[in-house]
Nanobody
Framework: QFVESGGGSVQPGGSLRLSCEPS????????IGWFRQAPGKEREGISC????????LYSRAVEGRFTISRDDAKNTVFLQLDSLKPEDAAVYYC??????????????????WGQGTQVIVSS
């Protein structure tokens, strides 16, 4: 299971840096993804980073504003959220792909879901 942190309340245009750490194990050599779920909406994949940290993928909703990175030495995956909009408000989760070959934003390919960290964007 993963532990997400770094959420909070910011004004539109603000920034946050989310962290994702595995609980009691080493960051797996698999794609790690970030997802979010707003009230009344389905969980959506927003970004993922490949097992070697070289390749990254973003949804259209966040591309150009969010940046994913992984630091295996720190056993952590980060998600930098910039230029936040009210529609970015949600609970943010991270998870690891089940398959070593998976590289996708589909949450069906992932497991290890944690409790998430809440992001509030409001003036």
């Amino acid at each position: 299971q993963f532990v997400e942190s770094g959420g909070g309340s910011v004004q539109p245009g603000g920034s946050l840096r989310l962290s994702c750490e595995p609980s009691g194990f080493i960051l797996p050599a698999r794609t790690i993804g970030w997802f979010r779920q707003a009230p009344g909406k389905e969980r959506e994949g927003i970004s993922c980073v490949s097992r070697d940290g070289v390749d990254t993928l973003y949804s259209r909703a966040v591309e150009g504003r969010f940046t994913i990175s992984r630091d295996d030495a720190k056993n952590t995956v980060f998600l930098q959220l910039d230029s936040l909009k009210p529609e970015d408000a949600a609970v943010y989760y991270c998870a690891a792909a089940r398959s070593e070959l998976a590289y996708t934003l589909s949450d069906e390919a992932y497991d290890g879901w944690g409790q998430g960290t809440q992001v509030i964007v409001s003036s």
